[in-house]
Every structure is written in C-alpha cells, then in structure tokens.
C-alpha cells in the first residue's frame, strides 16, 4: 500500500461548526504533514509531525487544531473558521523528514 | 530551506522531450534538489532528486551543473499527461521533518 488517504473529499460547513479532516498512510512512514492550498497558489506547510509529536507549527491559527493518534492516523479538526479558510487541504507522510513526500488527494473544503 | 527561481510557463509538444531550468545559487552543500509536480485536480506527486550527479529514474532524469547553482529536469518524451506545474524545491538532508517549501513552480502546456 503505498497511498495516502483523505476523508472527506469535499466539505462544506458553517463558521460556527466544528469538522475533521482525516489522513491516513500504512507505509510505516514516521513523518506526517499537513499542507493548505488556495486557487491558483503553491501548497503552504501548515503542521509537521514526526514520530506523532508536533514538531512544527507555521503560525497557523488555533482554529485549526491537529491530532496524531497514531503513526498511521493524522486529523485536522476545525472550529470557527472564516470564509478565507476556504481552500483545498493536502495531507502528505514521509519516511524520514528529508525523504520523499507521498501526498494525498486533499479535501476540499468550503466555508460558508 | 533555499530559494528557487524558475519559470512561470513552458509550452512543449506531445512526443518530444521537455527541459525544465530551476535555478538555485544559495544552494548549501546538504541541499538536495527536489522535483515535484501536481497534476490539476490531484495532490502533489514526487518525480526525482539528486545531490550532485545525474539521476534517472522511471519518470525522469535530472541534470544538475557542476558547481550546482542550477539543475534542469529532463522529460525525455511528453506526454499530454505530463501538463501539470513542476516544482523544484531543495532540502536540507541535516534539516529534519521541516516540509516542503514550494515556489510557484512552472506551469507546463503540452500541445498534442
């Protein structure tokens, strides 16, 4: 199995609702990530996991909390979030941080 | 990670090869060169990468200068499946689980 999976593919939900997003990889890699992208613009890196603890945090907005459960298992719950949060949300795993990325298809995420 | 520089757009015919430019002059000597690309509609997708010498693999090769300020990725035969925008990212082996960071890449037309 070499993929990651996302659920939902698409989602659309109100300011005041709360949703997850879902990633899931079984390759046994250690590194998890996840990325944002708007239209027309190149991926931004939002949270990097590596052996299931947070290691990064690019200044993202508490609105946009992520969990690893497991080596296996990364989600992005969202709370409150803005019209602007509208985008589409990549997740991608890794062997080793440096190593290459397996990205999956995303979500598209709509906020009204 | 350092920075990238390469063109917005490139146009190129089905069936012959394509030669993508990245520049990249403040590469450091742990700096791996990266290719990615994204196809419309999908995540990105991990095409090659290369320290110093050449390299080929099943989707690709990549010829990077001697002195390394600049790297070309080498579509030997387009096809119209290979439209998408190509990104040339470099990574820092001593960096860590630290992401992708992506410039904004250079969009490929592939005319049939």
């Known amino acids: 199995d070499t993929e990651v999976t996302q659920t939902p593919k698409h989602l659309v939900m109100g300011m005041t609702n709360k949703k997850s997003l879902k990633c899931e990889q079984h390759?046994?890699?250690?590194?998890m990530y996840w990325y944002k992208q708007k239209a027309k613009k190149p991926p931004e890196l939002m949270f990097v996991y590596s052996y299931e603890k947070l290691s990064i945090n690019e200044s993202v907005p508490s609105r946009f909390s992520p969990e690893c459960p497991n080596s296996s298992l990364l989600n992005l719950h969202l709370h409150a979030l803005q019209p602007e949060d509208s985008a589409l949300y990549l997740c991608?795993?890794?062997?080793?941080?440096?190593?290459?990325?397996?990205f999956g298809p995303g979500t598209r995420l709509t906020v009204l | 990670d350092a920075k990238t520089t390469q063109p917005n757009s490139m146009e190129s015919n089905e069936e012959e090869p394509v030669h993508l430019p990245c520049n990249h002059s403040?590469?450091?000597?742990?700096?791996?060169i990266h290719w990615y690309r994204q196809l419309p509609s999908q995540g990105p997708e991990y095409v090659i990468h290369g320290l110093t010498s050449n390299v080929n693999n099943r989707m690709a090769s990549l010829a990077i200068a001697e002195d390394r300020k600049s790297s070309t990725l080498i579509l030997h035969r387009a096809t119209l499946r290979d439209a998408a925008v190509y990104y040339c990212i470099l990574r820092d082996v001593e960096g860590g689980a630290d992401g992708l960071t992506f410039g904004k890449g250079t969009h490929l037309i592939i005319q049939p």
């Open positions: 991608a795993s890794s062997q080793e941080g440096w190593t290459e990325q397996f």
């Open positions: 390759m046994g890699h250690r590194a």
């Open positions: 403040t590469i450091s000597g742990t700096d791996y």
